[in-house]
């Protein structure tokens, strides 16, 4: 099992240019997440998806897309880059048990974005 | 809605002395409550969890917290510390059976040699 993987690694963009974020599993876990974490700010949660098909806000929304056609998948979506998405983006996923969600995140290893 | 405090953005600690990284938390439901640990440069990963039974959890790495309902407090401890343990540490809660998550704004405990 590779995990949760997240691509790229590193990304920087200027004010404006859009682009996309992609997350994958291979756990088979129906909820994924997408955060950023900013210094002195913890994590903060942008999307989340419950299934394919499914998708909610989290805290921090604006300025962000997402969907999720697949189980797998679950890209990000910055339709017109902002200094303020300078952050560290994390993606995880999870599952539940016997219909009930109780269980830890896995975490992929992050993209660090830079928006000029 | 939920809210995680931790009162410590960095704790800097001798090897082989104990440690204690505080988290409070405020909920109107009960709730489920982690520390995750983030090595520099990687993704987080879940260190131990609250979700019922036994208020003393532990990690296979010597770490536990003790879940005090009373004090909404769910601190992080490790009698003696290692430089490996040196690393970013986040407590997190969620409503019971939701998945959102909160998370608190971690402490960097920093270990000396």
């Known amino acids: 099992n590779a995990g949760v993987t997240q691509t790229p690694k590193f990304q920087v963009l200027k004010t404006g240019q859009s682009m996309t974020l992609q997350c994958a599993q291979d756990?088979?876990?129906?909820?994924m997440s997408w955060y950023r974490q900013d210094p002195g700010m913890g994590l903060r949660l942008i999307h989340y998806?419950?299934?394919?098909?499914?998708?909610d806000q989290g805290e921090v929304p604006n300025g962000y897309n997402v969907s999720r056609s697949t189980t797998e998948d679950f890209p990000l979506r910055l339709l017109s880059a902002a200094p303020s998405q300078t952050s560290v983006y994390f993606c995880?996923?999870?599952?539940?048990?016997?219909?009930?969600?109780?269980?830890?995140?896995?975490f992929g290893p992050g993209t660090r974005l830079t928006v000029l | 809605a939920q809210s995680v405090t931790q009162l410590d953005s960095q704790v800097p600690v001798f090897e082989e002395a104990p440690v204690e990284l505080r988290c409070n938390y405020s909920?109107?439901?009960?709730?489920?409550l982690f520390w995750y640990v983030q090595y520099p440069n990687q993704g987080l990963q879940l260190l131990l969890k609250?979700?019922?039974?036994?208020?003393l959890v532990e990690s296979i790495n010597g770490f536990e917290a003790e879940f005090n309902k009373s004090q909404t407090s769910f601190h992080l401890r490790k009698p003696s510390v290692h430089i490996s343990d040196t690393a970013e540490y986040f407590c997190a809660v969620s409503a019971s059976g939701t998945y959102k998550y909160i998370f608190g704004t971690g402490t960097r405990l920093k270990v000396l040699a």
């Open positions: 909920s109107s439901v009960s709730v489920y």
């Open positions: 995880a996923s999870s599952y539940s048990l016997a219909g009930v969600y109780y269980n830890e995140q896995f």
């Open positions: 756990m088979n876990h129906e909820y």
């Open positions: 998806s419950v299934g394919a098909g499914i998708t």
């Open positions: 609250y979700l019922s039974g036994s208020t």
